[in-house]
């Protein structure tokens, strides 16, 4: 995997964000409606985080003013995980009610993007496809529209169920997850321009020497200026990878020494056991909104969305019903946050207050 900062227009290759200026996310007393009527358990100045039912959470955020709801929500297994996972056979059904209250919170050209493992049946070899009916109901029940699938490889993850990979040896280790792309509409805002990745060593071997036009086996047309063309970045695939132009999310979900981890560590506050890494929220951020865009997770366990949106100069929302993962979540603001009282009002995120920017250091 490749270190250190990209140039300017790629997606970065690590997962220390920069951080870039701050947007005030004050609240107007005057202001007859909040985006949450609720005191906030922390801020900052870009954003906040809630403590509670993440239902009732969403249930008080006003309809279209929402841009990207990002999340990953308790996985369903078999076997129950200490951060509340529900079980398979219910997970339709506990999930369609945050689902209806997502689309109705999103802006017209917003999107839902929902990041869920797969499982294997119990005493089977065999695998669930509950993630696949999640997504059929998604679609068929609640409305929205899938505009892509993505996949997210994680080469942390272990090789389970132990029975049937390691023991028997009959299955190979599951070390994808997907990520489904959901928007409101047909044409959610989007750019891949924003994400763009250095050109690979072939590709800069073509633009030197050229290609003649040609027709591929399979039929595709390459014309004498395919190579040609310079666009400030190879597209990327929709498996994302750190460091090889696939179709992979390729991130790590161990880190054991960024900072939250190892202040966690240092105040023996318990570490979320089910964190995604920085570079996950921080492609689909740069891809689907703009600067001063709001950005929900109602399930922020260790707020790393929240964190990725506040370094790229989004507005954020967070909401969790731990406080213990919450608390922990200050750490990834390196002490910049303050106790609040008040709530985030409609107003000000229509029409947020910009502040000069403010160094801070790498999370």
């Given at each position: 995997m490749?270190s250190?900062?990209?140039p300017?227009g790629?997606?970065?290759?690590?997962?220390?964000?920069?951080?870039q200026?701050?947007?005030?996310?004050?609240?107007?007393k005057?202001s007859?409606?909040?985006l949450?009527s609720?005191k906030a358990?922390?801020?900052?100045?870009s954003g906040?985080?809630?403590?509670?039912?993440?239902?009732?959470?969403?249930?008080s955020?006003?309809s279209?003013?929402?841009n990207?709801v990002?999340?990953s929500?308790?996985y369903?297994?078999h076997?129950?995980?200490e951060?509340?996972?529900?079980?398979k056979?219910d997970?339709?059904?506990?999930?369609?009610p945050?689902?209806r209250?997502?689309l109705?919170?999103?802006?017209?050209?917003?999107?839902?993007?929902?990041?869920?493992?797969?499982?294997?049946?119990?005493g089977?070899p065999?695998r669930?496809?509950?993630?696949?009916?999640?997504?059929i109901?998604?679609?068929?029940q609640?409305?929205?529209?899938l505009?892509?699938?993505?996949?997210?490889?994680?080469?942390?993850?272990?090789?389970?169920?132990a029975?049937?990979?390691?023991?028997?040896?009959?299955?190979?280790r599951?070390s994808?997850?997907y990520?489904?792309?959901?928007?409101?509409?047909?044409?959610p805002?989007?750019?891949?321009?924003?994400v763009?990745?250095?050109?690979?060593?072939?590709?800069?071997?073509l633009n030197r020497?050229?290609?003649?036009?040609?027709?591929?086996?399979g039929?595709?047309?390459?014309?004498?200026g395919?190579?040609?063309?310079?666009?400030?970045?190879?597209?990327?695939?929709?498996?994302?990878d750190?460091?090889?132009?696939t179709d992979?999310?390729?991130?790590?979900n161990n880190?054991?020494n960024?900072?939250?981890?190892l202040?966690?560590?240092?105040?023996?506050i318990?570490?979320?056991?089910?964190r995604?890494?920085?570079?996950?929220p921080?492609?689909?951020?740069?891809l689907l909104?703009?600067?001063?865009?709001v950005?929900v997770?109602?399930?922020?366990?260790?707020?790393?969305t929240?964190?990725?949106?506040?370094?790229?100069?989004r507005r954020w929302?967070?909401?969790?019903?731990?406080?213990?993962?919450?608390?922990?979540?200050?750490f990834?603001?390196n002490g910049?946050?303050?106790?609040?009282?008040?709530?985030?009002?409609?107003?000000?995120?229509?029409?947020?207050?910009?502040q000069?920017?403010?160094?801070r250091?790498?999370v």
């Amino acid at each position: 995997m490749s270190s250190g900062r990209a140039p300017d227009g790629f997606l970065s290759q690590n997962t220390g964000l920069p951080m870039q200026k701050k947007l005030a996310f004050g609240s107007n007393k005057n202001s007859a409606q909040t985006l949450v009527s609720k005191k906030a358990f922390y801020a900052t100045d870009s954003g906040q985080a809630y403590l509670g039912d993440s239902l009732e959470l969403l249930q008080s955020v006003p309809s279209g003013s929402v841009n990207l709801v990002l999340t990953s929500p308790p996985y369903a297994l078999h076997f129950k995980k200490e951060y509340g996972n529900a079980h398979k056979s219910d997970y339709i059904a506990w999930m369609l009610p945050f689902a209806r209250e997502i689309l109705r919170v999103l802006k017209e050209d917003g999107s839902f993007v929902l990041n869920i493992g797969g499982s294997y049946n119990q005493g089977t070899p065999t695998r669930s496809v509950y993630h696949y009916k999640l997504l059929i109901a998604l679609v068929e029940q609640i409305g929205f529209h899938l505009a892509q699938e993505c996949f997210w490889y994680n080469p942390a993850k272990m090789p389970m169920p132990a029975e049937w990979v390691t023991v028997r040896r009959i299955r190979v280790r599951d070390s994808v997850e997907y990520v489904w792309w959901l928007s409101k509409t047909e044409w959610p805002k989007a750019s891949n321009r924003k994400v763009l990745r250095p050109y690979s060593a072939d590709m800069l071997r073509l633009n030197r020497k050229g290609v003649e036009k040609t027709t591929r086996p399979g039929g595709y047309k390459i014309n004498e200026g395919f190579a040609g063309l310079d666009a400030g970045g190879s597209i990327p695939p929709n498996i994302i990878d750190d460091d090889t132009p696939t179709d992979l999310l390729k991130f790590g979900n161990n880190a054991a020494n960024d900072l939250y981890t190892l202040k966690c560590k240092a105040a023996g506050i318990k570490i979320h056991p089910a964190r995604f890494p920085a570079a996950l929220p921080e492609f689909f951020i740069k891809l689907l909104t703009d600067e001063d865009d709001v950005v929900v997770d109602p399930f922020a366990g260790s707020n790393t969305t929240g964190m990725v949106a506040e370094s790229l100069g989004r507005r954020w929302i967070a909401m969790d019903a731990v406080a213990e993962y919450l608390d922990a979540s200050k750490f990834r603001f390196n002490g910049d946050i303050r106790e609040s009282s008040q709530a985030a009002t409609s107003e000000n995120f229509a029409k947020p207050r910009k502040q000069p920017a403010k160094k801070r250091s790498r999370v």
